[in-house]
């Protein structure tokens, strides 16, 4: 589904990507695993479309793309959920869901159109909110879990969790899982950053490992996979 060749990505002297090739299958939930500062986040941003490899090409669907935003990957079916949270604290939870709508603030009718598109969305992750709530008022973890319904009411093609769980309980990761196992189903790609290695091992269904800028290993099927096994990968000889 989405491919990525030879990705090099420098900040400055630091090299965080040094020739990575990194591929998504539709139905796949595909774990990238590494070190802080192994290169999983600047890898998340140049799928998505955030910035742009000094060197490399990105494919969807076999043909060669170039992102210049993360609105034009968005058109092309994207969705990321980065680190930071990209929300509009100022606004209310529905406008947070669809903040082109709300700059055109359409008719009332569409509002109850778009309450109809949310409301399940936010129920299977168990956001019971009042989607007239300001976005400032949510707690932390109920802003991770709207940034990620967010990035599900566009329906994407592929969808990139950068450490979705990050601010999230047991039972509220436990139904994102879900989620997660029901876009498989219907053939999303789901790249999944994370470093709660169990997580990755119920979850997912490869795993793709950095280490200093480099993949030392490459889409197993986690079902070969022990968990000592992507440890000693991501730390190399230390
Ligand atoms: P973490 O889990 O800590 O987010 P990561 O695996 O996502 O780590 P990156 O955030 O991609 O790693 O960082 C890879 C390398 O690039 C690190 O050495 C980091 O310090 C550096 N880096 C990342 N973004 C920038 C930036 N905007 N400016 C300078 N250096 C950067």
């Known amino acids: 589904m989405l491919e990525a060749e030879g990705i090099y990505k420098s900040y400055g002297g630091i090299s965080a990507l040094k020739g990575v090739d990194f591929r998504v299958r539709a139905g796949s939930v595909h774990a990238l695993v590494g070190e802080n500062g192994a290169g999983k986040s600047t890898l998340v941003k140049i799928l998505a479309g955030a910035t742009s490899p000094d060197m490399g090409t990105l ?11 993360t ?3 968005a058109r092309r079916g994207i969705a990321v959920v980065s680190q930071e949270l990209n929300l509009f604290p100022d606004l209310d939870v ?5 903040p082109m ?13 778009m309450i109809a598109q949310a409301r399940p969305i936010l ?19 109920q802003r991770q879990l709207l940034e990620i319904a967010r990035a599900l009411m566009v329906h994407p093609r592929v969808l990139i969790l950068d450490e979705p769980t990050s601010a999230l309980h047991a039972r ?3 139904l994102l ?20 290695l169990e997580d990755v091992l119920s979850l997912c269904d490869e795993v793709t490992v950095l280490r200093d800028g480099e993949r030392v290993l490459d889409a197993i099927p986690v079902a070969q996979l022990k968990i000592e096994e992507i440890v000693a990968a991501m730390l190399g000889d230390k």
């Open 101 to 113: 709508r709300e700059l055109r603030r359409g008719p009332f009718v569409a509002r109850k159109q």
């Open 71 to 73: 609105a034009e990957a």
């Open 177 to 196: 899982h879900g989620v997660l196992r029901t876009l498989r189903q219907r053939k999303v790609a789901v790249v999944y950053v994370s470093h709660v």
């Open 59 to 69: 494919c969807l669907e076999g043909q060669p793309v170039h992102f210049a935003s």
């Open 94 to 98: 529905l406008a947070n869901l669809f």
């Open 172 to 174: 509220q990761t436990e």
């Open 123 to 141: 129920h299977e992750l168990g956001l019971d909110l009042d989607l007239r709530a300001l976005v400032e008022t949510l707690s932390l973890e």
